[in-house]
Every structure is written in C-alpha cells, then in structure tokens.
C-alpha cells in the first residue's frame, strides 16, 4: 500500500479534535499517525512518548500528529473511557481515532484495511495523502525524524509518486 493514495481512516470516534479527521481535511501536512493500543508495552515506552516528540518537533502548520487506538485483542479492557483516561494520564493532546471493530473477526477495519501487522505502528503520509512509509515496532527517533523532515522538504508541487518510493 506505500507509495499509493491512501484510503480514509474508519474510526468510530475521534478524541482531543472538534470533528473527524480525515486525510483529505489534512492535504497540505505531512501527517504521521500512530497506530497503538494502550496495553502495548512498546506503545506506552516509545510509541507515544515519539509521537509527542514529533509533535514538539514539527510546526504544527507543516505535520500533522494523529493517533489511531486499534485493538486486536483484549477488546474489553480497551474500551473508550479506559481510552479517555489513558489519553489524560499520558498527556495527549494530539487527536486520537478509535479504529471501527469489524463484525469479521478481532482486526478493526481501518488496520485491516492498511494490512497492519501490530502495535506500534507508524504511518506517514506526504502532503497528497500518499502514504508513503509503514514502520512496525520501534522506530529510532533519528530515522523517525529524518523520513519526516524529507516529506516536509517536499513541496505540493512535486509528483504522487504512485508508482513507488519517491526520492529527493
């Protein structure tokens, strides 16, 4: 799926926005999403505190931070007021999606529909709404960092790249 237009999120809800979020509503950012569950140990120690980072990090006028709540397992501890509290006790500010449980099995459908293999996640996308980098587990800060400020150097006017990786 890298290097293709990307399809849209299916969350149920969306925390810390005043709406839902959408890829087309960001077209212009960079948008780095993390997709975790909040009993997922490498979430908790690097995925979030990374994606705080990036926030800190990038102008909030060129990046974008999302955080997608995709549970496969454990469904019932990982409601969302165990979410809600979660979201409070780590201080993140940045909007939250609550990935659609699917009636097929335990994969919620927007992780099925990015062939998500697990928690941590991270998705980024450039400013078309390409997703252009998937990276499972934990991501160094420096390559993390590096892929983004590459995206953000890119201009709106250069190709989608759809017919693979792009390069500067």
């Known amino acids: 799926m890298t290097g293709a237009s990307a399809p849209e999120f299916q969350a149920t809800a969306w925390l810390n926005a005043s709406g839902p979020v959408s890829l087309a509503g960001l077209r212009g950012k960079v948008v780095a999403l993390y997709a ?3 009993l997922c140990p490498s979430c908790v120690s690097h995925g979030i505190p990374q994606a705080k980072q990036i926030q800190k990090t990038f102008a909030r006028d060129e990046v974008e931070v999302l955080g997608l709540h995709t549970v496969f397992e454990h469904h019932a501890a990982m409601g969302r007021t165990a979410l809600q509290a979660f979201i409070h006790e780590y201080r993140i500010d940045f909007p939250v999606g609550i990935d659609q449980p699917s009636e097929r099995g335990p994969v919620p459908l927007t992780m099925e529909r990015y062939q998500l293999r697990g928690t941590p996640t991270l998705l980024l996308f450039d400013r078309h709404g390409v997703l252009r980098h ?35």
């Open 36 to 38: 975790f569950q909040m």
């Open 134 to 168: 998937t990276m499972l587990g934990v991501v160094p800060d420096m390559q993390a960092g590096s892929l983004i400020a590459r995206l953000v150097a890119e201009t709106l006017a250069q190709p989608h790249c759809d017919d693979g990786p792009c390069r500067i």
